[in-house]
C-alpha cells in the first residue's frame, strides 16, 4: 500500500518540523508549507488524504483555507485537522462548521496529535467503505456487510447466509433488476449446501425479517426482483 500523505500548513517553523517529523515517523508522507495561499496551492495540486492546517498564517488564514477547500468538488472529501492556540476557542468552532474533521490545540502532544490523524483518516475510510456498499442505508434498514449485519428499524434481525447475500446484493444494486438465475448464481458462489434452491422462498424469507419495510424488494413479475431505487 502507498503511504498515505499529509500536507502541513503551519508558519512556525520548529511547531511545522515537530509535526513533519512526528508524522514521517508514523509512516506518513508529509510535505510542509508555511504561507496559507502556498498551502492552498499545494493541498489544490496535491490532494492529499488529510491536511494539518494553522488557523494564524500569513496570506491566507487557516479558517478560509478550510472554507476554499469545503467549497471546491475537488478537495471537498479531504479531512482536516486543525492545529490552533487553545485561546481562539471560537475559531475552532467556526472552523469544525465549515466542514473541519478535528483540531488539536498547542501545545499538543505527538501522541495526541497521531492519534487525532489516524481517527480522522480510519474514519474517512469507512465513509468511503460506505461508498463502496460495505455499509448500505435505505430507510430504516441498515447492511453491514462487514459485519455481517442487518439492522431493522436500529434491531438487529437475523438472516442466514444466504439471505444475507441475496439483500446485500440487491441494495448494493438499487433499480437494476435481477433474473432468479443470476441472483441465485449470486448467492450460490462457492458454498453449495444451500439447501432450498429456489430463490422465491428465500426472497420471502428476507421480506418476513424486514417487516414494514418489506417492499423494498420488488417483484418483476415475469422477470426477477430489484431493490427499490429510492432516487426514482
Ligand atoms: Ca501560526
Redesign the pocket.
Known amino acids: 500500500m502507498s503511504k498515505k500523505t499529509i500536507v502541513v500548513v503551519?508558519?512556525?517553523a520548529d511547531i511545522r518540523e515537530v509535526l513533519i517529523y512526528n508524522l514521517e515517523r508514523e509512516g506518513y508522507q508529509v510535505f510542509g508549507e508555511a504561507d496559507g495561499i502556498k498551502g492552498l496551492k499545494m493541498i489544490q495540486k496535491m490532494i492529499p488524504d488529510l491536511v494539518l492546517l494553522?488557523l494564524?498564517?500569513p496570506g491566507l488564514d487557516g479558517l478560509q483555507i478550510c472554507k476554499h477547500l469545503k467549497d471546491n468538488s475537488t478537495t471537498h472529501q479531504i479531512p482536516i485537522v486543525m492545529v490552533s492556540a487553545r485561546s481562539s476557542e471560537s475559531d475552532i468552532v467556526l472552523g469544525l462548521e465549515l466542514g473541519a474533521d478535528d483540531y488539536v490545540t498547542k501545545p499538543f502532544s505527538p501522541r495526541e496529535l497521531l492519534a487525532r490523524v489516524r481517527a480522522v483518516l480510519r474514519r474517512r475510510t469507512n465513509s468511503l467503505d460506505e461508498l463502496a456498499g460495505l455499509c448500505i442505508n435505505c430507510e430504516g434498514v441498515s447492511i453491514d456487510a462487514r459485519r455481517h449485519e442487518v439492522l431493522v428499524d436500529g434491531i438487529v434481525v437475523n438472516l442466514t447466509a444466504t439471505e444475507f447475500k441475496l439483500i446485500h446484493y440487491l441494495a448494493q444494486h438499487p433499480g437494476w433488476v435481477f433474473t432468479r438465475d443470476q441472483l441465485m448464481g449470486k448467492v450460490m458462489g462457492q458454498d453449495n449446501f444451500i439447501i432450498d434452491r429456489n430463490i422465491d422462498v428465500h426472497i420471502q424469507a428476507v421480506r418476513k425479517k424486514l417487516g414494514s419495510h418489506r417492499d423494498l424488494i420488488e417483484t418483476i413479475r415475469g422477470i426477477g426482483y430489484r431493490f427499490k431505487n429510492l432516487n426514482e
Open positions: 503551519e508558519d512556525e494553522d494564524m498564517l
